[in-house]
């Protein structure tokens, strides 16, 4: 029987935020294939001391799935290291397929997405009770197209909390979308790197931010968060108040 294959989130920069259990895959994987562009060195550095390495920074599809076919052929344990949750722009769907009709059994350790923890550096919420109830995750069309009903103004139509992957390097024209329907106040951050040592954050209006983002030089492997929970008017949870009855608890008239 052929070993599984894992394709394991390895978070968003910070060593620490992989899971428990992607650790240990890559830590007893065999061979490793990760997304050298992305993928901090620090989450491959306890590999096995015989563990084969490949960097698919530079490699194609085929490559990646002849040495996962290789590896399972000779009862190898494999690790193929994502960037953030590899369900999320992680091209993973491809491979998948190919395993499927290869007949290699695979297994999906979701990660933290570089959205989450963008929040989490911006010490912010994206779900506020009377602000927004929901999140859109979407990215500007460049060499990857996006569908035409996905357009950036048609889901900003929304005013929920957006996060924008992969579209800083077109800042004016994500703004020039955006205000389309949100209002040129509405706050925006930029958070490049989120979680590495060297993450930075850029904090401003749909007015202000294009500049501020050219004047920090920020190009590429940066976050865009826009909606009002960026902002500090929201109506506190039901959830905590004394007056709101729930499962666990009776409210208090």
Known sequence: MMNTVYMVGAGPGDPELITVKGQRIVNEADIIIYA??????????????DAEIFNSASMTLDDVIAVIKRGTAEGKKIARVHTGDPSIYGAIREQMDRLDELGIPFDVIPGVSSFVASAAALKKEFTLPDVSQTVIL??????????????????ASHQASMCIFLSVQMID??????????APTTPIAIIQRATWEDQKIVMGTLETIAQKVKDENITKTAQILVGDFLGDEYSL???YDPSFTHEYRQGVE
């Open 173 to 182: 024209d994500v703004v020039k979308r955006l205000m389309k329907h949100y």
């Open 237 to 239: 949870s039901k959830l």
């Open 36 to 49: 050298g562009s992305l993928v901090n060195k620090a989450i491959i550095a306890g590999h096995k001391a």
């Open 138 to 155: 979407t990215r500007l069309e460049g060499r990857t197209p996006v569908p035409e009903k996905e357009k950036l103004e048609d889901l």
